[in-house]
Nanobody, 123 residues
Framework: VQLQAFGGGLVQAGGSLRLSCAAS????????MGWYRQAPGKERELVAS???????TYADSVKGRFTISRDNAKNTVYLQMNSLKPEDAAVYYC??????????????????WGEGTQVTVSS
């Protein structure tokens, strides 16, 4: 399975960007999908996640500004980012958690990661 992210770029403070990330290949058993970000010199942090049923979680720093959504039929997750701030600048990574039972009935689970997409916010 490959996750491919699109939509990063350079935007002025107060502007908007929309990230998208599509899972291709045998995307079996995908449940939660989400976005993390990592700024230079900082730990990777959760930005937002959405369950297969649509339950969303947001970091406090982005609540009210970012909206995560997904299209289950396309195994695609989106992140609409509004009112961007310079501190939102980072490399954004999408992820997809998966769990299924193999032919022997054993659970198989893990996390796929996409390549990052750079978001730069100028002040």
């Amino acid at each position: 399975v490959q996750l491919q992210a699109f939509g990063g770029g350079l935007v002025q403070a107060g502007g908007s960007l929309r990230l998208s990330c599509a899972a291709s290949g045998s995307a079996r058993g995908i449940n939660d999908m989400g976005w993390y970000r990592q700024a230079p010199g900082k730990e990777r942090e959760l930005v937002a996640s959405v369950s297969g049923g649509g339950t969303t979680t947001y970091a406090d720093s982005v609540k009210g500004r970012f909206t995560i959504s997904r299209d289950n039929a396309k195994n695609t997750v989106y992140l609409q980012m509004n009112s961007l701030k310079p501190e939102d600048a980072a490399v954004y990574y999408c992820n997809a958690d998966y769990m299924y039972y193999n032919d022997y009935g054993a659970p198989v689970g893990g996390r796929y990661w996409g390549e990052g997409t750079q978001v730069t916010v100028s002040s």
